[in-house]
């Protein structure tokens, strides 16, 4: 569970970024068992989006001690928009309170002021579930709606060491689980109903590519 406020509007960045084919892959997810698929809703034209998975791999190793202790751990993921295309350049880890199974996100004036800055697009979140599976709880999807709402690319990240597929890539589906986001104002965990297009509330996302070459920063402010 992870409670961050809804990310600031941002305008286009126009930084340059090498980008060769040859250096770009689209991340594949294993281990699918904790959510039903149905038609996928990406049928809507998505812009791609590039992250470099040594970006996952430091979130995870600035996590590792809160892990140990069984501690989630949260971060927000920035990008500039240029010919199209989402290139996530950086990780924001605010100050935050967390337990087991939550991560509250504390003075995000800081977080913003670092996106306005740079004018980045807040494109997604990432957060850890320490001694969970890789799944989206209700309290997750509520924090991805305020992203989502807002850039449809936006992405959540779940890393999970203990699950054999060790991290997912998730959205809400469109129209259907962003309907039932929407209509709802329940708080805290609480089940979520079905979507009435039959798809699940949420899925993983196929527009999401690892970049070798896409550098990145990290703003640690904890």
Not at 105 to 110: G, K
Not at 159 to 187: H, Q, W
Request: hydrophobic share 30%.
């Amino acid at each position: 569970m992870v409670t961050l406020s809804s990310p600031s509007p941002s305008l286009s960045c126009v930084e340059n970024v090498t980008c060769k084919s040859s250096h770009v892959s689209r991340v594949l997810i294993s281990g699918t068992d904790n959510i039903n698929h149905g038609e996928s809703s990406e049928a809507k034209i998505l812009r791609d989006v590039h992250i470099s998975e040594r970006l996952l791999e430091d979130f995870t190793e600035l996590a590792r001690e809160n892990t140990e202790k069984d501690l989630e751990t949260c971060g927000t993921l920035a990008a500039f928009l240029e010919r199209g295309i989402f290139y996530v350049t950086t990780l924001i880890i605010p100050k935050q309170e967390s337990t087991s199974n939550s991560c509250q996100a504390m003075n995000e004036v800081e977080v913003f002021s670092i996106q306005n800055e740079r004018e980045l697009y807040p494109v997604g979140w990432i957060h850890t579930h320490p001694s969970q599976g890789c799944f989206m709880s209700s309290v997750d999807l509520h924090t991805h709606y305020s992203y989502q709402v807002m850039v449809p690319e936006a992405f959540a990240i779940v890393v999970a060491p203990t699950d054999s597929s060790n991290y997912g890539i998730f959205k809400l589906t469109d129209p259907g689980g962003m309907e039932v986001l929407r209509g709802c104002s329940e708080t805290g965990f609480h089940p979520h109903k079905e979507p009435e297009d039959g798809n699940p509330v949420y899925e993983h996302c196929s527009n999401v590519y690892k970049n070798s070459n896409l550098r990145f920063e990290i703003f640690d402010l904890r």
